[in-house]
Nanobody, 121 residues
Framework: QVQLVESGGGLVQPGGSLRLSCAAS????????MGWYRQAPGKQRELVAG???????NYADSVKGRFTISRDNAKNTVYMQMNSLKPEDTALYYC???????????????WGQGTQVTVSS
């Protein structure tokens, strides 16, 4: 089993910054892609940013130029630096990881419990 623990959410004023972290632990042979999703009240969960094991990244159009995703493979941790935050960024942010538990195992999808980001004056 694999656990993903997120941290770094909170309340910030418009234009402010936050840095989210997500550490994976447990039965891990390798981690393929990692990413951040978010879900606002009444809306579907959406991909915010993703990063592969080779450090290729992709971003939702709404956050390009403001958010930066990165990962530390030695620590099995993914980060997301969020700058110039807007009220519409308010949501519950979830970490996602596609993990291979053993050398012969297939990839499994894991989710964190979510961390709340609120952008408000």
């Amino acid at each position: 089993q694999v656990q993903l623990v997120e941290s770094g959410g909170g309340l910030v004023q418009p234009g402010g910054s936050l840095r989210l972290s997500c550490a994976a632990s447990g039965s891990i042979f390798s981690i393929n892609s990692m990413g951040w999703y978010r879900q606002a009240p009444g809306k579907q969960r959406e991909l915010v940013a993703g990063i592969t094991s080779g450090d290729s990244t992709n971003y939702a159009d709404s956050v390009k130029g403001r958010f930066t995703i990165s990962r530390d493979n030695a620590k099995n941790t993914v980060y997301m630096q969020m700058n110039s935050l807007k009220p519409e960024d308010t949501a519950l942010y979830y970490c996602n990881a596609r993990v291979r538990g053993t050398v012969l195992a297939g990839l499994r999808n894991y989710w964190g419990q979510g961390t709340q980001v609120t952008v408000s004056s």
